[in-house]
């Protein structure tokens, strides 16, 4: 079957999506599995769905370029954090491109999914909570007062429930998730997403370390999307650090957009993580 992309919801997508994930249903992996719809080929998503809507209702919305029966998933996040602007010029640019409707693979975006922090230039959302800090795997009550609050209790945030609930459905083969500065690619520790992060770096430029020590990395931020997602799906997740936004001109924002679908590209010839590990 053309598996999680075929879901036979129609134009209603955004209200079934909600009605088929229930929050409790999204904990695991056995449980987004279970999520999977009865699909047909003929059925598809719409390519643009909302996701769901920030703490403040504004709407946080997915679109789809490529084959809308591609057998892989690449998920691309422009902005976590309201403060870090560059992440959706790059989903901006990548919706300008053609992607191949014959080939294997479909590219989903989401330019923000911090809508609210956004309009207001602030790394947290409305509620002052990081999002990038909520998530439920090894999730830490910390930072209250700062830029890195993790909220009063896991997933205590709308936009973190509403894009755990698309992800579980989605089930991407692979999420590049935007953020500055830091200038690099993580996270190089995780086996599974070690080579595309590699890959990544040099292709966009970004340099990308060798690791000192991955037990000490791996203790470093709590309940992140990353964290969550590499837990949970067969797929991996490469969190992309572009520099401050003084050194990002045009010729950057293309050079990562060519990264987004060349990386898409190579994926439809790698073998099939959702596939074989279900
Ligand atoms: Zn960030």
Redesign the pocket.
């Known amino acids: 079957m053309s598996r999680s992309l075929a879901t036979g919801v129609g134009s209603t997508a955004v209200a079934v999506l909600a009605a088929v994930v229930p929050l409790g249903a999204i904990a695991g992996p056995a449980a987004a599995v279970a999520e999977q719809p009865n699909a047909t080929a003929e059925e598809s998503w719409p390519d643009k769905v909302v996701v769901g809507k920030s703490a403040q209702g504004r709407p946080i919305v997915a679109q789809r370029q490529g084959n809308p029966a591609a057998t892989k998933v690449l998920l691309v996040v422009g902005q976590?954090?309201g403060d870090?602007p560059k992440g959706p010029v790059v989903v901006r640019s990548l919706r300008k491109r053609k992607v191949p409707v014959t080939g294997d693979v479909a590219i989903w975006s989401i330019s923000t999914i911090n809508p609210d922090g956004q309009a207001r230039r602030r790394?947290v959302n409305a509620r002052s909570v990081d999002l990038?800090r909520n998530f439920p795997t090894k999730w830490r009550l910390q930072g209250k007062g700062g830029g890195t609050y993790s909220g009063p209790k896991a997933v205590s945030e709308r936009e973190t429930k509403e894009v755990m609930a698309f992800v579980s459905r989605l089930r991407p083969d692979a999420i590049m998730s935007f953020?500055?500065p830091l200038n690099t690619v993580m996270a190089v520790c995780d086996p599974k997403a070690r080579p595309w992060v590699r890959l990544i770096g040099r292709l966009a430029g970004l340099p990308v370390p060798n690791p000192r020590n991955c037990k000490a990395a791996n203790l470093w931020y709590p309940g992140t999307f990353n964290k969550w997602y590499t837990a949970h799906f067969p797929g991996w997740f490469a969190t992309v650090e572009l520099p401050a936004s003084s050194a990002v001109n045009r010729a950057r924002i293309r050079r990562y957009t060519n990264t987004i679908v060349r990386i898409a590209a190579l994926m439809e010839d790698a073998p099939g993580q959702t596939a074989a590990s279900q």
């Open positions: 976590m954090h870090e790394r990038n953020h500055q």
